[in-house]
């Protein structure tokens, strides 16, 4: 106190303000460095540890070449977001892949009063794709084929990505057409038989129809079918969800001796049962040997495998904290296609039998993916978990056609497990 009343008797004296100034300036400044460094000392924790206890983080990388290519397994593929539909063969190892579709179709009324008179013009499905979510070559030309189902599916039960539909259809086609997907209606406009109007409408007026779930026990849905595509191709991300994707009987009514145009939608939407099934016929890839790449592939595709086991050598390592467990894959990206910047790797957890599933992401650069799995790495560390083996795929597999070609063993790259560390 005494200070500050010394520094107010000369605040008249230009001089000593000045001088007041530069010393307070360098008072804060001591200050400011003094309390930086407390809080320096007290994050390493050096100020409350004995010199014997300090702790250690270290770094140590296994470099791995042991992964393996092994064909696909299957997975729930029904009430998703897309569907897929279309073929491909962008490349001798991966082969062939065609997604092919079912779906229902529900009314927007279950009471339409339809007269003797009526006769179905045309039939028209239009299904809404995503121009910007298609894989592969956008000027492909598709030869679809449409048959309607003669067995009922069910919105609540499970289905799977290697379903055969061949049991569920009727042996002939409503429809067949060609189609190229580069235009800019972003919609594919098929042209039904008319006898399948003319079956709507005679459900109709044979039924009384009180939910929906009655109405597709009458008019099953409908299995959209592409033609495999032996060079190029591409697979179509369908938006069957959107209120662009509906089905129209466009007909023609006598009344009092004049013909009225008329028109009713059925719609596809989120209570229509769906199935989406993925075919591989699979090119040059040597399965289940150490190569010097490994080819993953979504809808079902090729998959990655990789056996962790080699992380238990870590347990002699004495007392260890594992704070991470990074997973690096390098990745030869596709230069015509480019590579997933999703991929997922699937762990089989033992201990509460389950199955987990972790996320990698491509680098900018596209030369790699990195997975952080560090509960897992040290459940096999502390010999907690027996279950070793990973898969890895693109994410997302049932709604994603991308393909990805890693690197196991190729221009002094290889698969690196990188941890972390703290030793005590």
């Known amino acids: 106190m005494s200070i500050l009343i010394s520094m107010m008797n000369f605040l008249n004296n230009k001089a000593t303000v000045v001088n007041l100034k530069i010393s307070l300036f360098f008072i804060i400044v001591l200050i400011a460095f003094s309390a930086c460094k407390k809080d320096t000392v007290s994050v390493i924790g050096n100020d409350i540890l004995p010199d014997g206890d300090k702790f250690a983080v270290k770094y140590f990388v296994f470099k791995n070449n042991d992964a393996i290519t092994v064909k696909g397994k299957r997975f729930v593929s029904n009430n998703r977001d897309y569907a897929l539909l279309g073929s491909y063969t962008l490349d001798d190892m991966h082969g062939t892949s065609t997604a092919n579709f079912i779906t229902q179709v529900r009314t927007t009324s279950l009471t339409i009063d339809f007269s003797d008179t009526i006769v179905v013009d045309s039939v028209k499905l239009f299904l809404s794709f995503n121009d910007e979510k298609y894989y592969g070559d956008e000027n492909t030309e598709f030869k679809f084929s449409i048959h309607e189902l003669n067995q009922t599916i069910y919105f609540d039960s499970t289905y799977y990505t290697d379903f055969d539909a061949s049991s569920i259809i009727e042996p002939t086609s409503i429809c067949d057409t060609t189609f190229t997907p580069n235009t800019e209606d972003k919609i594919i406009e098929f042209s039904l038989d008319n006898t399948y109007g003319q079956k709507i409408i005679d459900a109709y007026k044979s039924n009384s ?90 809808m079902a595709g090729a998959m990655g495998k990789l056996d962790l086991s080699f992380v238990k050598t870590f347990a002699d390592s004495g007392k260890i904290v594992i704070n991470k467990a990074e997973l690096i894959i390098p990745n030869e990206n596709d230069p015509n296609y480019g590579s997933p910047q999703e991929m997922f790797i699937e762990i089989i957890d033992t201990t509460s039998e389950t199955t987990l599933v972790k996320t990698g992401y491509l680098n900018d650069e596209g030369t790699e993916y990195s997975f952080v799995i560090t509960n897992h790495i040290k459940s096999i560390i502390d010999g907690v978990e027996t279950k070793t083996g990973v898969y890895i795929y693109p994410a997302n597999p049932t709604i994603n056609a991308s393909k990805v070609k890693l690197i196991n063993n190729f221009d002094n790259k290889s698969i690196e497990l990188k941890l972390t560390y703290t030793k005590y």
């Open 209 to 298: 129809f009180s939910t929906n779930d009655e109405f597709v026990d009458v008019i099953k849905g409908l299995y959209i079918k592409t033609d495999s595509i032996i060079s190029g191709g591409s697979i179509l991300y369908l938006d069957y969800k959107s209120t662009d994707s509906y089905l129209k009987v466009y007909y023609t009514e006598t009344k009092n001796g004049e013909n009225k145009p008329q028109d009713f939608d059925l719609v596809i939407n989120n209570y229509c049962a769906e199935i989406n099934m993925f075919n591989h016929t699979y090119g040059n890839i040597e399965f289940n040997d150490t190569t010097d790449f490994v080819y993953a592939q979504g």
